[in-house]
Structures are given as structure tokens and as C-alpha cells.
């Protein structure tokens, strides 16, 4: 074997491939995927110091929440500093005596025991070793060293549970949560942008291309397995929220207007909300709902890391985040406007327009590090990488379903929410990002729309409204 490792578990099973990470005393991060369901286990000379997993049941804060071992308002405290670049949660629940060295490392096993357990009947998954990876081992989970013991149990347990049932195949098996970054995926899906671009391209110039575009893919994976986080803010959103912290007593009603103007804050409050959500039928769709679920407490801390010196800012200078603000702010009015047509709140519908073009934010930030040429084919490059990080980061981020709708939609999406945006954004063309249906808009309520939009532009100096495109 070489240093990098990669396959599948009906190739190279889930118990020989854990003796080989211990007898060869392996370092470094094993990730084993089967659609979004992704968990990750990391080695340290040849033993297991930590398990975690993608989806919201793995997570940490989920699993201490459920074992009763922390209240939801001090986890949400300790998540918002987690996820603004702070200690990881398992250090700061020691740091701040809030359990034992000996009873979280018991937690913890407990949960990296149930993420092992269940891979063992994974035939159909795929692993990917990665020696480079950094691990950090803050606890002993009682798992070091016994790669073997684990992986008989593993079959063990495996073999009593499925005693008593008939084994049934995956009800997909073509997932369509699979990432699809393979080499044969990401070369087949140039070809296709290409063509759908038609744009004629000597062979030179398409592989220099090609190159760029394979790395443009890599850097799209990169995010897709990001955990959450929370996202950077206009400089004049942390004024805004800077004065609010001023004052005395908090009042965090008052974040919920600074969150109206600015859909990274509006993001970052829902994600921090849902973060102890497993469900995500029952995820929050709104700022105010955010902060009621967060409390005081969490609210003012995750307003103070937002705002703190260390933490980045967008500065208002940055023409592609201005666009993606611009566009965001004109389809959440427009949306608002809209939304009982659909039979959706105002306020969600709202939010909705508000958080449709997040993924742009992060693809734009991708291409200011490329040499990739604008045109038609960069154009197709970004709306199909959009659909995908949509549909996955929207699980990241814990949104209900009907967001994913937003940020996953190709234009033919037949939801309720997607229609909303859709028209939304077809009210006010000239402010959209990316390709605009057409969507049958009232032209007056556009009118009242765009004067609307232009007060709010006035305010934030985003310029001023078009009512069409071109």
C-alpha cells in the first residue's frame, strides 16, 4: 500500500482496513463516505484518538444534549465560539469545567462506538486515507490500540442484529447526495459545460483549461466537507451590531433588523440555532425564530466574535460580495412581497430571497484565486457547482428542506419556495445573479418592489435598482 489510500469497502473491508491502520501504526484521517453520510477517524500511531460523523445525530453537541450531560443554552454558547474560529467544543467544555477529562472521554466513546458499529454492514462505501491530516488528540476514548477487538465486535454485533431481520438494499442506490468529484465525474462534467457553452477551443488551450477547472472542482470539494461555521460580515453590519452590544441591557430583538440587511448574519444565526437540531423538518426558517431558540446569552456571544478584532470582515469594497448582497436583498423583498401567492410567510419567504445566492459567495471567493477566464463556459462552470454545494451545504448549515429547494434548483424545481424565488427574482432582473426565468411578475408590484429595494440600497450604498437586465 502507499502512503495515500483510497477504494471501496467491497473491495478492502471496513475490519481489514482498521488491523491495517493499526498493525502499519497509521497517522493521520480516515474518512469513510456513503452519500452525506460521511464519518471521519482519526489516527495517531496506529490508534484511534477520535470518530466523528457528518450528519446532525453525530455531532458532538447533539450527543451531549441528548445524554443530558449539558443544557441547550450553554452548548449554544459554546458552539458560537466554536464555530467563529474558537477551541474546538470538547476543549472548551474542559476548560470550562463543565465535565470531567474522564467523563467526556466516556461520552465520547460512547458516540465513537455507535459510529463504528454502524459502518460494518457499509459494503457499498467509499474510504480515502489521508496521512498529511492534522489530528489533534485531546482525549483517550478508549478505542487506541484495539483496532482488531473493534473490528471483530464490530462483526459481531453486526451478525446479532441482523439475525432477527431480512437485510433490505438501500432504497437508492444511486444517491444523488453522492459528491460528484471523482476524476471520471469532474472530466465528464467539463465536456458537458463545454458543449453546453458552445464555445469552439483548440486542444491547448482546453486542456490548460481543463486544468483550471480540475482545480476549481478540488477547491468545491474542499467546502462541501467543511463542517459548519459561522460566515464574515459587512463592515457596517459589525457597526451596527457594535453599537447594539454597547448597550445595556442586550437587546437581541435589535439584531434581528441588522440581520434583515445582511444574509451571512442571517445565516450564521440559523445555523447556530439548528446546529442541535436533528430533524431538519423541524429546523428554523427565521432570524426571529433564531434568537428566540439561542437565547440572550449565546446571541451576544455570537454577536461579540462577529464583531471582534479577529475575526474577518467583508469589506465593503469587495465588488463580487456587493453583488451577491445586492442580489440577495432585492429577491428577499421581492420574496416578501410574494410569499402568501405561494402560501408562505412573509418572513420566510423573505428569508428565503435573503439566503438564495449564498453559495455564490463562496464560489466567486474560489475563482478571485484561479486564472479562469470569464465567458459562457465559467458562467455554466459556476450555475452547475452552485446546484451541488447547495444541496450539501444546505445540510451543513441545518436549513429546513425548502431552502435546499432554493439553493439547489436548476429553474425547474416545482416546490412552493423555489417558484417564490424564481418570480422574485424575475421582478427585479437587473439585479439577479445568474440565468432568470421567466416568471409571469406583477409589473406594478415591481414598481413599488424597486422603490423599496432602492431605499435599502441608499442606505447600505449598493447602488441603485434595474428594473431589467442588460
Known amino acids: 500500500m502507499g502512503e495515500q489510500l483510497r477504494g471501496r469497502l467491497e473491495v478492502f473491508g471496513l475490519a481489514d482496513l482498521l488491523q491495517w491502520m493499526e498493525l502499519n501504526r497509521r497517522s493521520g484521517r480516515l474518512t469513510i463516505s456513503r452519500g452525506a453520510d460521511r464519518r471521519t477517524l482519526d489516527w495517531q500511531n496506529g490508534e484511534i484518538v477520535y470518530v466523528s460523523g457528518s450528519l446532525p445525530r453525530h455531532r458532538l453537541g447533539v450527543h451531549l444534549l441528548r ?49 463504528l458499529f454502524e459502518m460494518f454492514d457499509w459494503h457499498d462505501a467509499r474510504f480515502e486515507y489521508d496521512p498529511d491530516c492534522p489530528v489533534q488528540p485531546i482525549l483517550r476514548i478508549g478505542l487506541s490500540m484495539r483496532g482488531q477487538a473493534l473490528a471483530f465486535q464490530g462483526v459481531k454485533n453486526l451478525d446479532d442484529t441482523a439475525r432477527g431481520r431480512p437485510r433490505r438494499p438501500r432504497e437508492d442506490e444511486s444517491d444523488p447526495r453522492e459528491i460528484p468529484f471523482d476524476k471520471d465525474q469532474v472530466e465528464e462534467r467539463f465536456w458537458d459545460l463545454l458543449a453546453r457553452a458552445g464555445t469552439s477551443i483548440h486542444p491547448d488551450e482546453a486542456r490548460r483549461l481543463f486544468g483550471t477547472f480540475e482545480e476549481f472542482s478540488r477547491r468545491v470539494r474542499g467546502l462541501v466537507r467543511e463542517g459548519p461555521s459561522m460566515r464574515p460580515i459587512f463592515e457596517d453590519s459589525a457597526g451596527m451590531l457594535a453599537e447594539i452590544l454597547a448597550k445595556s ?59 471582534a478584532s479577529d ?25 416578501g412581497r410574494y410569499a402568501e401567492r405561494f402560501g408562505i410567510t412573509r418572513e420566510r419567504g423573505y428569508t428565503l430571497g435573503l439566503l438564495h445566492a449564498a453559495c455564490y ?84 408590484w415591481s414598481e413599488e418592489i424597486a422603490s423599496e429595494v432602492q431605499m435599502v440600497f441608499e442606505f447600505l450604498g449598493l447602488g441603485t435598482v434595474k428594473l431589467k437586465t442588460g
Open 249 to 307: 441591557p442586550f437587546d437581541r430583538e435589535a439584531v434581528v433588523s441588522v440581520a434583515a440587511l445582511a444574509p451571512n448574519l442571517t445565516l450564521d444565526l440559523l445555523t447556530l440555532a439548528n446546529a442541535l437540531v436533528v430533524d431538519r423538518d423541524n429546523a428554523l426558517a427565521t432570524a426571529p425564530e433564531a434568537i428566540e431558540r439561542l437565547g440572550s446569552r449565546a446571541t451576544a456571544v455570537l454577536v461579540e466574535r462577529l464583531t
Open 67 to 115: 445524554s443530558g450531560a449539558l443544557p441547550a443554552a450553554t452548548l449554544y454558547e459554546l458552539l458560537a465560539r466554536n464555530f467563529t474560529r474558537g477551541p474546538n467544543l470538547s476543549l472548551q467544555v474542559l476548560r470550562g469545567g463543565h465535565d470531567t477529562h474522564e467523563g467526556l472521554s466516556l461520552r465520547i466513546e460512547e458516540l465513537a462506538r455507535r459510529l
Open 311 to 335: 475575526f474577518p470582515r467583508v469589506p465593503e469594497t469587495e465588488r463580487s460580495a456587493r453583488a451577491v448582497r445586492r442580489a440577495s436583498i432585492a429577491a428577499a423583498v421581492s420574496a
Open 361 to 444: 459567495s463562496d464560489l466567486f471567493e474560489i475563482l478571485h484565486t484561479l486564472e479562469f477566464p470569464a465567458g459562457p463556459f465559467r458562467a455554466a462552470s459556476i450555475e452547475a457547482y452552485r446546484r451541488i454545494l447547495g444541496a450539501r451545504l444546505a445540510e451543513t448549515w441545518g436549513l429546513p428542506f425548502d431552502f435546499q429547494a432554493v439553493l439547489a434548483d436548476d429553474g425547474t424545481d416545482p416546490s412552493a419556495a423555489a417558484s417564490l424565488v424564481r418570480t422574485a427574482r424575475a421582478a427585479l432582473p437587473g439585479c439577479a445573479l445568474g440565468p432568470v426565468s421567466r416568471e409571469p411578475v406583477d409589473p406594478l
